[in-house]
Nanobody, 123 residues
């Protein structure tokens, strides 16, 4: 059974940092790109970042470039999202999801989703 479990969310002050983790099981992480998405109240879900499975290429939304870093440890079946210089507008539920390549992430064609973790940034 496929599982993606996010953790590491919480409440942080503006300018602070959090590291989100996405622990995966039930499928071979080596064959999948992992994307992070977020959804704020009253807004549509948006893509934040993706890391490919083939060459480790990374993609970032313009709103998080230079502040967020995505990485993966296939041996631990885990993908991370390091979030620095957090802003109140980063407040959202963050989801990780798996797809056959970041091309599918860009097309929002994800195969598996986690349940999400709440990130709240206070001003």
């Amino acid at each position: 059974q496929v599982h993606l479990v996010e953790s590491g969310g919480g409440l942080v002050q503006s300018g602070g940092s959090l590291r989100l983790s996405c622990a995966t099981s039930g499928f071979t992480l080596d064959y999948y790109a992992i994307g992070w998405f977020r959804q704020a109240p009253g807004k549509e879900r948006e893509g934040v970042s993706c890391i490919s499975n083939s060459d480790g290429s990374t993609y970032y939304a313009d709103s998080v470039k230079g502040r967020f870093t995505i990485s993966r440890d296939n041996a631990k079946n885990t993908v991370y999202l390091q979030m620095n210089s957090l802003k109140p507008e980063d407040t959202a539920v963050y989801y990780c999801a798996a797809a056959r390549g970041c091309g599918n992430y860009l097309r929002r064609r994800m195969d598996y989703w986690g349940q999400g973790t709440q990130v709240t940034v206070s001003s």
